[in-house]
């Protein structure tokens, strides 16, 4: 008989009612939220808190900055009209004494007024110092003849000249023929250091008109202007020269080499081609070496792209003269070139004068800043020449019917394809297999970019 056990203990299940499951509900949506207040809310608040801290301090840093700015924008407005004013004071003094410049200045206001100064006499430059800054100043005296009208004139300009001159003794006495006679004297003053020069030359006047602007202003680019070497009926070949500059512009000035050399530019009424030309006056006086005088052309920005055969410029001649006329160019590395043009003046009247500058492609592009007339050594030499435009031969545009065609450059632009540029160059889209051939392209090529296309004309 066989006995078995049996387990009869019986079954525990938890009844919850549904209010106890909403409180247990309620129960892990609060701690749900409490993690989330702790570990989320909390540390974002305190983010924020310290964002809006530090946009605080940026503002604050801004305001201080742009404070900063403002200030320093206007130091340098003040700094800017000081040095404007400190310009247009120091203009009024020499930089360096120097009494061949101040010679130059007093014989132009002499030659323009009637005051007759037979002579000029300067003493030593002596220093001195004025509130603390070094100074030096030239003692000129001037005995005089004239009317009491030509001296208040030539008072006046002394007044007005573009350096400031201090009168410091007027003697007059009066002759029986009511001239006046007397002795003038003042001081001339410089500081501020050496003075500036250019490669060892200095400006010894400058012309600029006082009246308003040339009408007749220079041609932007070069213009061909047909010139005949000879009579057309003869059969001679027509020669195309590029205009590089007319002249016609004001800001014309005159420079020499050293205190030997004198003179003056001005416009003149006589010209090969338009309404004036440049009159250049000269004297020049020479020891050791050659010494030149400079019609100075900087501000006609001359500029040549490329070597022509020839470059050249229109002269005229009132008679025989020892100089030589020569251009002068300046690279990009401000080295000089010099091309002489004639050697010896030995004609009359108007002659374009021409020379073959440098043929050499590296060197370019050139500026023409100077026309020079050069005066060998040991000579004196002075004279009258007038200058009218300048102009460069180029070769002429029959090189095609010498089997020579004629490129161009063109940069590709986004969008390009060989068919849209043959219609822009050819006025048709069939061109585009030469287009393809200059270039060693397929003819179904896409082009790229800034590419660079040579197209014959």
């Known amino acids: 008989m066989e006995l078995k056990l049996q387990n009869n203990k019986p079954k525990r299940s938890i009844n919850i009612s549904k209010k106890e499951k909403n409180l247990l509900l309620i129960l892990l949506v609060a701690i749900l939220f409490w ?119 030539f008072l006046s300009q002394l007044r007005n000249s573009p350096k400031r001159l201090l009168i410091d003794q007027l003697s007059i006495t009066k002759d029986s023929s009511d001239s006046l006679n007397g002795q003038l004297s003042f001081n001339a003053y410089a500081y501020g250091g050496a003075k500036a020069k250019e490669d060892g030359y200095f400006y010894t006047n400058a012309y600029n008109s006082p009246n308003k602007p040339s009408p007749f202003t220079a041609f932007d680019g070069y213009v061909e202007v047909p010139v ?92 025989y003269s020892p100089v030589t006329v020569g251009l002068r160019f300046q690279d990009m590395d401000g080295r000089k070139i010099d091309v002489e043009l004639e050697k010896g003046v030995n004609w009359t009247g108007w002659k374009y004068i021409s020379a073959s500058p440098p043929q050499d492609i590296n060197v370019y592009p050139l500026k023409l800043d100077r026309v020079y007339i050069e005066l060998g050594s040991n000579r004196d030499d002075y004279g009258v020449l007038l200058f009218d435009r300048i102009e460069a031969s180029y070769p002429s545009e029959d090189s095609e019917k010498e089997g020579m065609p004629s490129y161009v450059f063109y940069v590709v632009k986004p969008g390009d394809t060989l068919t849209s540029i043959s219609e822009s160059f050819y006025g048709s889209k069939t061109q585009y297999k030469r287009l393809a051939k200059d270039n060693g392209l397929a003819e179904n090529s896409i082009l790229e970019a800034g590419k660079v296309l040579v197209i014959q004309k």
Do not use: C
């Open 35 to 153: 993690f989330s207040y702790k570990f989320v809310l909390i540390p974002q608040g305190k983010a924020i808190e310290k964002l809006k801290t530090d946009k605080l301090n940026y503002e604050n840093d801004l305001i201080k900055i742009q404070e900063i700015l403002a200030r320093e924008n206007g130091i340098k407005r003040e700094w800017e009209n000081l040095n404007t004013e400190f310009i247009r004071v120091s203009e009024k003094y020499y930089q360096e004494m120097n009494q061949s410049d101040l010679m130059h200045m007093l014989n132009g206001i002499i030659d323009s007024g009637q005051l007759e100064v037979p002579s000029m006499s300067f003493r030593e430059t002596e220093a001195l110092e004025l509130e603390g800054l070094q100074a030096d100043y030239l003692g000129v005296s001037l005995p005089f003849r004239g009317s009491f009208t030509d001296l208040e004139v």
């Open 228 to 319: 005949y070497s000879g009579d057309s009926s003869d059969g001679e070949t027509e020669e195309k020269r590029a205009l590089l500059a007319d002249l016609e512009d004001d800001h014309i000035y005159y420079m020499g080499t050293g205190s030997g050399v004198t003179g003056k530019v001005s416009r003149f009424g006589t010209a090969k081609y338009g309404k004036t030309s440049i009159r250049a006056e000269y004297f020049i006086s020479t020891d050791y070496q050659p010494e030149r005088a400079y019609v100075v052309l900087d501000d006609q920005d001359i500029n040549i792209k490329y070597p022509p055969p020839s470059i050249g410029i229109w002269a005229f001649s009132y008679g």
